[in-house]
């Protein structure tokens, strides 16, 4: 079953260890990045980044000077993180776990959390749990950063699992104040129109 259930790490190493991921761009997310630039977050901020897969976001955070903590699931991704941290000479904490399974000990931890197309990837059932995660690691007044990947509502038999403006709105609102949530121009071309950006603040 594990290779077959998004729930199990293993469902996620197969799709590594078979080469390429096809979600995979080989570059920070250019929405986040110019997201990133506008937001002030003092230099040396605490950034989580959940699903982070090969770290393109998570190694451009470090590369700002940010105290990065990325985490996923699959060994494979982040042994694929910790890599390309070492080639690039940057410095970042690397974690291969369940983000339903966070210890208590990350509660109000961040200042940051930097989200893209993780929530797309998080079945149906568990949306309201992945935002009380959000919500426990980042300290009251931090920023979340999300790049939510529109599917549409009829392919539910993911990942990506279905996701909406509405969608997004409605997990992510009664813990979060959502500052603004848009269509960003300058998605990468293959998901153009299809992505939208959101800066919210923990309450």
């Avoid at 986040?32 to 976001?57: E, N, S």
Wanted: hydrophobic share 45%; net charge negative.
């Amino acid at each position: 079953m594990g290779l077959s259930d998004p729930a199990n790490a293993g469902f996620w190493d197969s799709i590594y260890d078979n080469g390429h991921p096809p979600w995979d761009q080989d570059e920070a997310a250019p929405p986040l990045v110019r997201a990133v630039d506008a937001l002030i977050v003092p230099a040396g901020a605490r950034v989580f980044v959940p699903g982070c897969g090969l770290g393109h976001d998570a190694l451009f955070l470090a590369a700002q000077g940010y105290t990065v903590t990325a985490l996923d699931f699959a060994a494979s991704a982040v042994a694929g993180l910790r890599l390309r941290a070492a080639k690039a000479g940057l410095c970042l904490d690397v974690v291969q776990a369940d983000l339903f399974a966070l210890p208590t000990a990350m509660d109000d931890s961040f200042d940051l959390l930097v989200e893209h197309t993780c929530f797309c990837a998080v079945p149906l059932d568990r949306r309201a749990d992945y935002v009380q995660v959000a919500a426990r690691v980042l300290r009251p007044g931090a920023s979340l950063l999300g790049l939510f990947f529109e599917v549409d509502a009829a392919l539910e038999d993911g990942p990506p699992f279905a996701t909406t403006q509405a969608d997004v709105e409605h997990h992510f609102e009664p813990l979060f104040d959502i500052q603004n949530l848009e269509q960003p121009p300058d998605s990468f071309a293959r998901r153009r129109g299809r992505e939208w950006l959101g800066h919210m603040v923990r309450r």
